[in-house]
């Protein structure tokens, strides 16, 4: 494997469900971050993790819970979601969080989640 | 607040040449990046603008104004595969990724 991977590709959970999105990046990074991406919206931010620490978290729901176990692992726990957080949810990494242009993100395919 | 515009879809002829504008307002300027998403794919890099000019990388060029708050990506000799979104971002002062909602380009034979 290469690169960055996520799985499952694919999610169908009703509200009252507990899942987990797992991401997994190949490229030696020290920067993991997850988005949600809905139709014809920006990317939105919503978690970043540097050398596996919490440091961005753009007031994000308490439904999504991040988990980073190692600097080449992140997972993003979904409780009691609704329907509204339907949407492609990406992972990316970066070399750096910041410094010295090593900001550029490589992502994963995404997962697309369906809440019923 | 901060802003990214750019155009919701464009459509093009192959062979040709297309330009896709981004402006932006930010709080903070260290970096704009141009990414091209396939429907049903990953966002994949395109290239990666902090100072004025142009930056070509083959059929691909990528231009900056940091004054004017203006980027473009320039695609020649377009081709079918070509079709896809393009995502404008721009990396604050706080090093966050602002990003556009994208433009979707269509290629007509």
């Known amino acids: 494997e290469t690169g960055v991977t996520q799985t499952p590709r694919h999610l169908v959970m009703g509200m009252t469900n507990k899942k987990s999105l797992k991401c997994e990046q190949h490229l030696g990074h020290n920067a993991m971050y997850w988005y949600k991406q809905s139709a014809k919206k920006p990317l939105e931010l919503m978690f970043v993790?540097?050398?596996?620490?919490?440091?961005e978290n753009n007031s994000v729901p308490s439904r999504f819970s991040p988990e980073c176990p190692n600097s080449s692992h992140l997972f993003l726990h979904l409780h009691t979601l609704q329907p509204e957080d339907s949407a492609l949810y990406l992972c990316?990494?970066?070399?750096?969080?910041?410094?010295?242009?090593?900001?550029?993100?490589?992502f994963g395919p995404g997962t697309r989640l369906l809440v019923l | 607040g901060q802003n990214i515009d750019q155009p919701t879809e464009m459509t093009a002829t192959e062979g040709a040449i297309v330009q896709i504008n981004c402006t932006y307002q930010t709080s903070g300027f260290n970096g704009l990046f141009w990414y091209q998403q396939h429907a049903g794919e990953a966002p994949t890099f395109l290239s990666y603008n902090v100072l004025d000019g142009l930056e070509e990388k083959g059929r691909f060029s990528s231009f900056l104004s940091r004054s004017k708050g203006y980027s473009y990506l320039l695609l020649k000799e377009l081709q079918m595969k070509d079709s896809a979104s393009y995502l404008c971002a721009v990396m604050d002062s706080n090093y966050q990724l602002i990003w556009g909602a994208g433009t979707k380009l269509i290629i007509k034979p």
């Open positions: 990316a990494s970066s070399q750096e969080w910041y410094g010295s242009g090593q900001e550029t993100q490589y």
């Open positions: 993790y540097s050398l596996e620490e919490r440091v």
